[in-house]
């Protein structure tokens, strides 16, 4: 039977066994396979349809970024479509790695969350993934100059800019205006002594609270109250370098005024500034007052307490007597671009005409409440006319202009997550009143160096 | 009969010799065919199980971010272990968690589960389905609900004790000490009826002749409990403190949805350690030393139970 001829020179006209059917549809099964685990083209696109993969945490965000497609397509030579994907804020981060380490699957386009952010930034991971957009900056003639640096500052690495911020979170007191006028209490203190007795009479005789401190699970948001104002007095948890700057007199200063407003029950402790027990706080206007970014009104104050709308005010918050700025800065979102991706110019051309232009910063803080990240927006006239009727009808710009000049520049560390969890204990530990502040201080800066060395 | 059938074989083999190859390939592929139906699972227990183990003791060793070639360390990471103050708080929380299961919870499920089987109970469905609602809750739901009612300023406990006692403001998730108890009642809530269903089911299983003897020899209630029930329960009773034990050395929902391990690290359980160390902090060589610290300490923990409570022996 066995004929080598046969094995050499196969007849051309006789037909493939099913053994070798089978081989052949293995081998393109595997081809397919392969070719479908590869990168894919590589070739940038420099214009025409794209489809951009953006991750975000907000639907709101993806609403904006939809409706910005028109502008976006006039200003750039590509015509966009949007794929977006949501998850929680963490777990963006988690899932950018894993599609990183995994080679496939990277999206175009990321909304980092401030928090989030500082992973991105151990080891070499924001350089190998991410696009410098300082370069996509420095192309326009003068945007640089214009972008505020404390909107920069915190995503940024060895001088390269990985995030374009989404706002301004500028720190304001938000305060009802009604109840302060019914208990005769005056608004807008100049210092926070003067905040402070204002608030030790308010609780005195009304039983309320000017502001709220968050005290529960959420270690990010109890560090966050303490950090608004330690950043304020002129502290920084972080310097430019990443090195730790939390062990100061400025920090002390912020937690013994916190400790003080806890004991005289013009601070009020809160779980955390969203849930239920602030609600059941704002509702029942035991908390006339808090202390926060501006970006509360839209997260915090109207969906918790719609029917007080017109009844709040927004005022400028105290300054230390001992120095600092005139405000500070928390929380924000970073849109960064993946960078050696097909669509990577395409995405940074996209986020530049949707988040710098002029016009994008307008509509943007129409659309989603975020005030601008270049300076010269804030003179925008219509801008400078918008009431918010929330606010009774109040001009917020008048207050936002008059402290943009004095905006400290926050600094983040891959090490911010270490010195959270630590911070957190240590300010709970003040505030129950088992530490001085003076201790409480040490004992965080003690035990992240201790912790960050592993 | 015997004979006759050996010596047909010798007399059939020579006449066979040339199919002999054959023969002896297609049983050879008989005696494969057991082992090929089991392979699925096998093969699935090398991919999923010992291949992510070799990797996580080969990571334990380095130092990796999450992106790029993992650096080789050696044993500095679990050298590091060794004088990590929030891993010894973690372990010291985690062993009180095992021990509120051990002796809380598993007690606890016993009675119920005692008081359920007692004759002449009245909807008793509905009283098991009651104590086993909470474990199919959420989470999540679990979390927001006892964060409630937890909240030192308007938590529902707190109104309750302002309303009875007059003293309300009991900072049950911000006390280092309360809020272990807090996580406490909160595994006790969620777990009990859960081991109650296997307490259930051993007493069911329990002969009544049984207890109508020590009724006959005059045994009380107590005496009824410890020389009848407990005696027939002890093999449900091993197992359930043995997944009990793992369930609470691995404990994560808790702590991580009611305090996040706070306040300053009071809650922090070494699974909760492990998730902040990969998945907060970048540092996956540092988590997978820590994990596998852990899987060593419930391996080990866990054979002792075995051999000591006899699971899985006859007598």
Redesign the interface.
């Known amino acids: 039977m066995f004929t080598p001829s046969r094995h050499l020179h196969p007849s051309p006209t006789r037909p493939p066994s099913r053994r070798a059917l089978l081989r052949g549809a293995a081998g393109l099964g595997a081809t397919a396979a392969l070719t479908a685990c590869g990168q894919g083209a590589t070739t940038p696109r420099t214009s025409g349809d794209v489809t951009l993969a953006l991750w975000t945490h907000d639907q709101n965000y993806e609403d904006f970024f939809t409706r910005s497609i028109p502008a976006a397509n006039r200003l750039t030579d590509f015509a966009y479509h949007l794929s977006t994907t949501r998850a929680g804020a963490?777990d963006l981060v988690?899932k950018l790695?894993a599609q990183?380490?995994a080679e496939r699957g990277v999206p175009d386009m990321v909304g980092f969350e401030m928090s989030a952010f500082p992973?991105m930034l151990?080891?070499?991971?924001a350089e190998?993934?991410l696009r410098d957009l300082g370069e996509d900056v420095a192309r326009t003639p003068g945007l640089k100059e214009d972008l505020l640096p404390a909107r920069t500052a915190p995503f940024s690495k060895d001088g390269k800019l990985y995030g374009l911020d989404s706002d301004t979170p500028l720190i304001v007191h938000y305060y009802r205006r009604d109840l302060f006028e019914k208990y005769g209490l005056p608004a807008g203190a100049d210092t926070w002594e003067e905040f402070a007795r204002i608030g030790e009479r308010a609780h005195r005789e009304h039983g309320v609270a000017l502001n709220a401190v968050v005290?529960?699970?959420?270690?990010n948001q109890?560090v966050q109250s303490f950090q608004m104002l330690f950043n304020q007095r002129g502290g920084g948890l972080f310097d430019k370098d990443q090195r730790l700057t939390l062990d100061s007199h400025e920090a002390v200063e912020a937690l013994e005024f916190i400790c003080r407003g806890l004991r005289a029950g013009f601070i009020?402790?809160?779980?955390d500034y969203f849930?239920?027990?602030m609600q059941?706080?704002l509702k029942q206007g035991?908390v006339i007052g808090v202390l926060m970014a501006t970006w509360f009104k839209i997260y915090g104050l109207m969906p918790n307490v719609p029917e007080q709308k017109g009844r709040w005010g927004m005022a400028a918050p105290p300054r230390f007597a001992a120095g600092g700025h005139a405000t500070a800065t928390t929380g924000g979102t970073g849109f960064g671009v993946l960078r050696g991706k097909p669509n990577t110019l395409a995405a940074a051309e996209f986020l530049r005409s949707t988040y710098l232009t002029h016009e994008a910063q307008v509509r943007r803080f129409h659309d989603l409440g975020y005030l601008p990240t270049r300076a010269s927006v804030y003179r925008d006239k219509a801008l400078l006319r918008t009431t918010d009727a929330y606010l009774g009808g109040q001009r917020p710009f008048d207050v936002y202009t008059a402290l943009l000049d004095d905006v400290p520049r926050v600094y983040v560390s891959?090490?911010q997550?270490?010195l959270n969890?630590v911070l957190?204990?240590?300010l709970?530990?003040a505030y129950?009143g088992d530490l001085t502040p003076r201790a409480a201080i040490r004992k965080a800066a003690a035990?992240f160096r201790?912790?960050a060395g592993? | 009969m015997t004979s006759t059938s050996t010596s047909t074989s010798l007399r059939a083999r020579p006449a066979r010799s040339g199919a002999t190859a054959p023969v002896d390939t297609r049983a050879r592929r008989a005696a494969l065919h057991p082992y090929l139906f089991i392979a699925p699972f096998y093969v699935l227990y090398v991919l999923f199980m010992l291949v992510p183990i070799a990797v996580a003791l080969w990571l334990s060793l380095c130092e990796w971010?999450?992106?790029?070639a993992p650096h080789w360390v050696g044993p500095r990471n679990y050298a590091?272990l060794l004088t990590?103050?929030?891993f010894h708080r973690a372990l010291g929380n985690t062993g009180i968690y095992v021990l509120v299961s051990l002796l809380v919870i598993v007690p606890a499920a016993l009675f119920v589960a005692q008081a359920i089987n007692a004759r002449g109970v009245r909807a008793r469905d509905l009283w098991r389905t009651a104590y086993f609602v909470p474990i199919v809750v959420s989470p999540i739901v679990v979390a927001?609900i006892f964060?409630?009612i937890f909240?030192?300023?308007?938590?529902l406990l707190n109104s309750v004790l302002r309303a009875l006692f007059g003293t309300g403001s009991v900072?049950w998730?911000?006390?280092p000490t309360l809020s272990k108890v807090a996580i406490s009642l909160v595994m006790v809530w969620r777990w009990t009826g859960y081991l109650t269903i296997f307490f259930l089911a051993g007493l069911q299983n329990v002969p009544r002749e049984l207890y109508e003897a020590a009724s006959i020899d005059g045994a009380g209630p107590v005496r009824t409990f410890f020389t009848v029930t407990l005696p027939a329960l002890k093999p449900v009773a091993a197992f359930v403190a043995v997944t009990s034990f793992i369930g609470a050395a691995q404990i994560f929902d808790e702590p991580y949805l009611?305090?996040?391990?706070?306040?300053?690290?009071?809650t922090l359980s070494v699974a909760m350690f492990i998730y902040?160390a990969a998945?907060?902090?970048?540092?996956f060589g540092?988590a997978a030393a820590a994990g596998v610290v852990l899987f060593v300490v419930v391996f080990t923990l866990s054979r002792l139970f075995n051999r000591l409570l006899g699971i899985g022996r006859t007598q």
């Open positions: 963490p988690t790695l990183a380490v992973r151990r080891g070499d991971i190998r993934l005290t529960g699970p959420d270690v109890v009020t402790p809160v779980s849930g239920g027990p059941a706080a035991k891959p090490d997550s270490i969890d957190a204990g240590c709970l530990g129950r035990d201790d912790q592993r | 971010v999450g992106l790029g590091h990590d103050a929030s927001l964060g409630l909240d030192r300023q308007f938590g900072d998730l911000g006390d009611l305090t996040g391990g706070g306040p300053a690290e009071a902040r998945f907060e902090r970048q540092q540092y």
